[in-house]
């Protein structure tokens, strides 16, 4: 009896613990929906300094070394195809981990995108909270306008070449008022064209907001001529009180994404989706990146399983166009219109030039003279005629980004008879592609990959490699020989300008990982082009940032197209001849002289 009592209490101790392991898997299973559960609390947003503050652009704003694909990566084997320098998809090691959720489904904070970018534009923070204090009820009447007007220093003054045109800027708002706040966006050139309406000569100018209504714009005279001084309100400070608030606010999600799962079920997905309405209490996968802290989520789809993607598209289900509010801000603020006083008449003369003795602002970096290029500095043209295939020769040429620096690629290609190699990009056009000299020829190697998420253009997630990931990705053998010219920027311009910050700040700490192996390697940071749109200031503030944040960097150097484009504007987002010839001109000189 007593042993049958023993083994009684036996069987009960077991069918006990195994209730108790029961138990504590569906309390785990429970916790992966429940925000609030302790557990939530170890997702790291952002890592902390040995004093004690967030980190930013000194450390990786992110550590990801608690979540599961993190641990799962370090046994992580590359593809042989891309450690093979003879592959298309050589470099992109990391390619075959994307699309795959690093984490089962739950609910995220909005934490995700805080990170300051505001810090980079302190007159235009000073001036909106002027702008809420002087008109807080949004009074239109008294929006900055066309009224505005420009007026130089002196009127009379007959001017040489090596004199600087000194002109003000009065903003002016519809009522004609003067305005006592500044953070208007203007935009001025002096050019010169032909009868025929050729553009011939032409300089950006510089202008210097006084942070209550009035600007000084100079311009170094560099040539002799009759010049036109135009002026452009771009966009005034409430219109970009509003772009401000239409990104910031998460009014928009930029742009709309959809992916097919393995499961065949079709989810949208972003950055950042939870912060928006409808979206803040939705179960998310998690297809973020864990070695850089890149977000992309999905929303949980029926099936509860979060399944790899095998595509990503653009959503146009019926959604409101995401550039409608292009319709919004032109009957609230207006198009980009020439102020009062642009088109006044400038005569250069000849005088004794000294280049030395001219004191501007921030001088642009190219002006244009008769047709050509001049490098500002040097005062020699941008050589059209250098062998450039010596100089590339025994180079090897990485081309990170979107499609403007693709332009670069297959223009290289081009003119180089260069070799293509690739997977078919007929349908997925940011396919990863390299260009090699024919046998015989002089030896250059060309890469092209693209950037992360979003993108725009449909494709499986190998296609959309991260720079980040792209930098470690690459094989060097001789670093002196070496050189990454990378852009990001359109693809995201609607997005929260936080995450474009932190995209940034990734790259900037790869660049700074592959330093610390090979310190000869160069970078090149492609500039942002002037798109006469009303997105203009969009493209304007990423400009601002790129700069800012790769500035000072031993071997990173700016490829400056802002002045280029100041002179002659885009009608969109992709160069066309000759512009993009005089870019690519730029971008070798660059090349060759680094």
Not at 267 to 290: A, I, Q, R
Not at 309 to 319: E, F, H, P, S
């Amino acid at each position: 009896m007593s042993m049958f009592r023993g083994k009684k209490r036996l069987i009960f101790a077991v069918f006990a613990s195994y209730l108790t392991f029961i138990s504590y898997w569906l309390i785990l299973d429970q916790t992966a929906l429940d925000e609030n559960h302790p557990t939530k609390q170890n997702y790291p947003l952002k890592r902390q300094s040995s004093q004690g503050e967030m980190s930013d652009e000194n450390e990786l704003a992110f550590d990801w070394s608690t979540t599961r694909s993190a641990s799962e990566s370090k046994h992580f084997t590359p593809p042989s195809e891309a450690l093979d320098p003879n592959s298309a998809y050589y470099g992109n090691i990391y390619k075959d981990m994307y699309g795959h959720p690093v984490r089962n489904a739950s609910i995220y904070g909005n934490e995700t995108c805080k990170v300051d970018w505001k810090k980079y534009f302190p007159a235009i923070m000073t001036s909106l909270k002027k702008y809420e204090v002087q008109n807080p009820t949004r009074d239109p009447a008294a929006f900055t306008s066309e009224t505005s007007t420009v007026s130089l220093q002196t009127s009379n003054k007959a001017f040489k070449v090596g004199d600087v045109l000194v002109a003000h800027i009065q903003a002016k708002d519809r009522l004609n008022r003067s305005k006592t706040f500044g953070g208007d966006y203007f935009r001025a050139r002096l050019i010169r064209t032909e009868p025929n309406g050729n553009l011939t000569d032409g300089i950006a100018c510089n202008i210097k907001d006084h942070l209550n209504g009035s600007y000084t714009l100079q311009a170094p005279l560099l040539m002799a001529g009759t010049f036109i001084l135009e002026v452009k309100l771009v966009c005034p400070l409430e219109g970009i009180a509003g772009f401000i608030n239409f990104t910031s606010m998460r009014n928009n999600k930029g742009n709309f994404f959809q992916a097919i799962l393995q499961t065949n079920e079709t989810v949208e997905c972003n950055m950042d989706l939870n912060t928006f309405d409808g979206y803040e209490k939705t179960p998310m996968c998690d297809y973020g990146n864990p070695r850089n802290g890149e977000t992309w989520f999905c929303v949980l789809p029926p099936s509860r399983e979060c399944s790899p993607i095998t595509w990503l598209v653009i959503d146009k289900r019926g959604r409101v166009p995401p550039f409608d509010y292009r319709i919004k801000y032109l009957q609230i603020y207006g198009n980009v219109a020439q102020i009062v006083g642009s088109g006044t008449q400038i005569d250069v003369s000849l005088g004794a030039f000294n280049d030395k003795s001219i004191k501007v602002t921030d001088l642009p970096s190219v002006y244009l003279h008769q047709g050509n290029w001049i490098n500002t500095l040097s005062s020699k043209p941008i050589p059209s005629s250098k062998n450039f295939h010596e100089c590339l020769e025994h180079k090897t040429v990485y081309m990170f980004g979107d499609s403007t620096i693709r332009q670069f690629f297959y223009l290289f290609k081009s003119k180089f008879d260069l070799e293509l190699y690739g997977p078919d990009n007929s349908k997925v056009w940011q396919q990863p592609k390299t260009a090699r000299s024919k046998e015989g020829k002089s030896k250059i190697t060309l890469y092209y990959r693209a950037h992360g998420p979003p993108l725009g253009n449909p494709g499986p997630p190998s296609s959309r490699p991260y720079i980040t990931d792209s930098i470690d990705g690459i094989k060097v053998e001789n670093e002196s020989q070496v050189y990454v010219i990378f852009n990001i920027g359109l693809h995201l311009l609607q997005d929260e300008t936080s995450l474009y910050v932190r995209r940034l700040l990734s790259i900037k700490e790869a660049i700074i990982r592959h330093h610390k192996s090979f310190s000869n390697s160069k970078f090149i940071v492609r500039g942002m082009n002037v798109v006469e749109t009303i997105d203009e200031w969009l493209i304007m503030r990423y400009e601002t940032l790129l700069r800012e944040i790769f500035k000072k960097m031993t071997n990173v150097f700016y490829l400056n197209l802002w002045d280029m484009t100041t002179v002659i504007p885009l009608n969109g987002y992709h160069p066309t001849p000759p512009v993009l010839d005089q870019e690519a001109l730029l971008l070798l000189n660059l090349l060759c002289e680094t």
